[in-house]
């Protein structure tokens, strides 16, 4: 297998810029997600790794050899796609066998290796099948049994799972975590959704705007975010984000104030997650705009004068629209933002 190196890495179109100063380092066998709004790079990136486009600046490795000028064919990664790609007029069979024919792979072995392929995925019942004869999980698991087969020193997977239903996804999810280590294969995964994110990654890449913004475990990110974007995208719902100034260790917002690290003033942003927050207690006064109950949980929003706060209440909290309510915080978990948007009081 192999680990990946990418220096200085740059790619623009025309005057655009799509991947800025990119340096990043994925180890051998590991896990990594490329995650971020549309637009933010993640996809180009992963092109480039495979060597779909070409970077216009800085360098790109794998196994410690520059791939800058290898077609992506001599790369030795296989690709899974949002949209499967299989051919529809070949068998399951044949599809999963495409790649052993392009890379001449001798034929006495293509049985063996396809069989092996298609019961890791749990699709040997249904080889002699077309793709149009299958569920969507069914053709996204013969996808990954095609780029199985090949038996790459990286996988590069383009959010496969978007189309697929909420229930889908979530049993799709572990089985590719857990092909992931039985294979024990370095993988580079683009997703914009952070569940798949959080649930599958060794390590995450956030970007927004063709720049990294942080990099972590989904533990890291999750309870050290760098900065407001991250803050704001990372969490579901995602984390409270209340503007408003500094002095003397006090931060104060309309309704509200809060103990803050004496060293900081002038405008700041306060951060809060759902869940540290509370129905009751005297931090915030407002009313009740929205109440979603879910099973286990219940997403509140409360209206205060200048803002909604979205707090995770208790699985049977039940309240009227617009009648009034308080809101309490943990105030060990409040978070701070300059106003660079970059997290201050970080551990």
Known sequence: MASIQLKNVVKSFGSFIGVQDMTLNIADEEFLVLLGPSGCGKTTTMRMIAGLEHPTGGEIRIGGDLMNEVDARDRDVAMVFQGYALYPNMSIYENIRFPLRMRKIPKVRHDELIQRAAEMVELGLFLDRKPGALSGGQRQRAALARAIVRQPQVFLMDEPLSNLDAKLRA?????????????????????????????????????????????????????????????????????????????????????????????????????????????????????????????????????????????????????????????????????????????????
């Open 171 to 347: 049993s799709m999810r572990v089985q590719i975590k857990h092909l992931q280590r039985e294979l024990r294969v370095t993988t580079v995964y683009v997703t914009h959704d952070q569940i798949e994110a959080m649930t599958l990654a060794d390590r995450i890449v956030i970007m927004n705007k063709g720049v990294i913004q942080q990099i972590g475990t989904p533990d890291e990110i999750y309870s050290n975010p760098a900065n407001t974007f991250v803050a704001g995208f990372i969490g579901s719902p995602p984390m409270n984000l209340i503007p408003g100034s500094a002095s003397n260790g006090i931060f104060i917002a309309e309704g509200m104030t809060a103990p803050c690290p004496s060293g900081l003033s002038g405008k700041v942003t306060l951060g809060i997650r759902p869940e540290d927050c509370r129905v009751g207690g005297d931090n915030l006064h407002g009313v009740v705009y929205g109440v979603e109950p879910t099973g286990d949980v219940t997403y509140l929003t409360v209206r205060t004068a200048s803002r909604k706060i979205e707090i995770k209440a208790a699985r049977d909290f039940r309240a009227g629209i617009d009648s009034a309510v308080t809101v309490g915080y943990d105030p060990d978990r409040l978070y701070f933002f300059g106003e660079d948007g970059n997290r201050v009081g970080a551990d």
